[in-house]
């Protein structure tokens, strides 16, 4: 069975940071991109961020500059490095891949969400 497991969520005052990972399980996957999506209490989920398996990343406006993904392909493993946070980055963040497993697929893989949460 695949999965997408988070770790690193919390809570930071604002301008601090933190750092999510996101390391996927199963034998045989494909998963490409990888990235990060992140809901916040009342809205839909939106994009964050995402990196493609050569490394292209591609990031939403309102975190370009704070923000930075990174990936190791080798080890189906993200980051999710953020700086400067905000009280508006407060959500709970998904990974995300879309995964091919046994030439199955693609489809769409989720982690079970991380809390993060930027005081004032």
């Known amino acids: 069975q695949v999965q997408l497991v988070e770790s690193g969520g919390g809570s930071v005052q604002s301008g601090g940071s933190l750092r999510l990972s996101c390391a996927a399980s199963g034998s045989n996957l494909i998963l490409n991109p990888m990235g990060w999506y992140r809901q916040a209490p009342g809205k839909q989920r939106e994009l964050v961020a995402t990196?493609?398996?050569?490394?292209?990343?591609t990031y939403a406006d309102s975190v370009k500059g704070r923000f930075t993904i990174s990936r190791d392909s080798a080890e189906n493993t993200i980051s999710l490095q953020m700086d400067a946070m905000k009280p508006e980055d407060t959500a709970v963040f998904y990974c995300?891949?879309?995964?091919?497993?046994?030439?199955?697929?693609?489809?769409?893989?989720w982690g079970q969400g991380t809390q993060v949460t930027v005081s004032s």
């Open positions: 995300y891949a879309k995964a091919v497993k046994d030439f199955f697929g693609p489809y769409d893989l």
């Open positions: 990196i493609t398996s050569g490394g292209i990343t």
